[in-house]
């Protein structure tokens, strides 16, 4: 394809980290995840990293542990503000924990929530926000996160799309009391599935280890908060203390994370002198809505919503772009309530409506980014769109 939507990261170093991982004979969870997670937690200046073997996955732990906290746990029924774009997995655990999801719609520039409609998100049963920053741009987590504390709100920050984004020169990823990553391919960092959950508190951080892991007692510490050791060895091997799941990692995937983490300045770097290109080719031309960049954006893609001012048919432009042989695709999983899913789900939609989301899931399309240099694929994309949209 000429310009694809994503592309692989890994050379030699990942390859290697295969090699000797598969002649360590050690494939199940172990050392590199461990030193993986380390790593991980230190680059974002984070005392904890849990990985599991999903962005999807480091959700449902993140949901779940808040519900077995000692001190004020979550309950079923309880509401959380959400933003009416993200991907389905943002969702899926709110719901299957129980939760009334209120749906607030984004602004049309930043893809973002839009903070200005928080207030009217709470009512007296809201005990949590989920803060999305979307491809790669950063949410207004700053007001965000205040809103929280006034509020006394447990906030999850989903970062699957956004690693290495910075607001305020902090980034994205340390604002939530629990914050999740994606290492899936075309992510900013690949371990071929994979995802962690970062936090500062340690109760949170060892109710996910044992969630993790079949809600058993064995991945954590001595002295650990959660659970009193007993003397008999015979059944602390195999003592469960929650109803958790198994979604751990690969080992492979820690090795692999290690190799790629190096990587991410570098690749972030390249990932930003694309968007500059793009945004310098695209700038001021009422047509085509972009992505307004708060903060530093980590660009995941490039987004673009066809102004509906300017009356041009998407499908002629999507042809274009077929044509052209250049991917593109939803924006992340376009507006969520828009989707079969949520019949099965107990929510309601602040103000009544999400034109925003609404507008993006039917005129808005991203085209991909990469560590690479894209000059030549987005000199084209320009002259494609052009054309489709004379
Ligand atoms: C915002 C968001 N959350 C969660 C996920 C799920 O991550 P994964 O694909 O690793 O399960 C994604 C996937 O891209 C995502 O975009």
Redo the contacts with the bound molecule.
Sequence with gaps: MFYDLSASTWGPEENDAIRRTIQSGRFTMGEQVALFEREFAAYFGMKHGVMAN????A?LIAVAALFFKKDRPLERGDEVIVPAI??S??FHPLQQYGLKLRFVDVQLETLNLDVNKLERGLTPRTRAIVA?SILGNPAALDVIERFAREHDLYLIE?N??SMDAELNGRKTGTFGLLN?F???FS?HISTM???IVLTNDLELDHLMRSIRAHGWTRDLPAGSPLFQRHGDDHFEAYRFILPGYNVRPLELGGAIGREQLKKLPAMTAQRRRNLALFQNLFAGDERFILQRENGKSSCFSFTIILNPACHMERDRVFAALRNADIGFRMI?GGCFLRHDAIRYFDYDVVDGGVPNADLAHDRGFFVGNCPQDLESQLVHLRHVLDRACQ
Excluded: A, I, K
Excluded at 54 to 57: D, T
């Design positions: 999903s962005g999807s996955s959700n993200s991907w997995t943002t999305v989903d699957c799309e999740t994606s290492f899936f992510h599935e994979g995802g992340t």
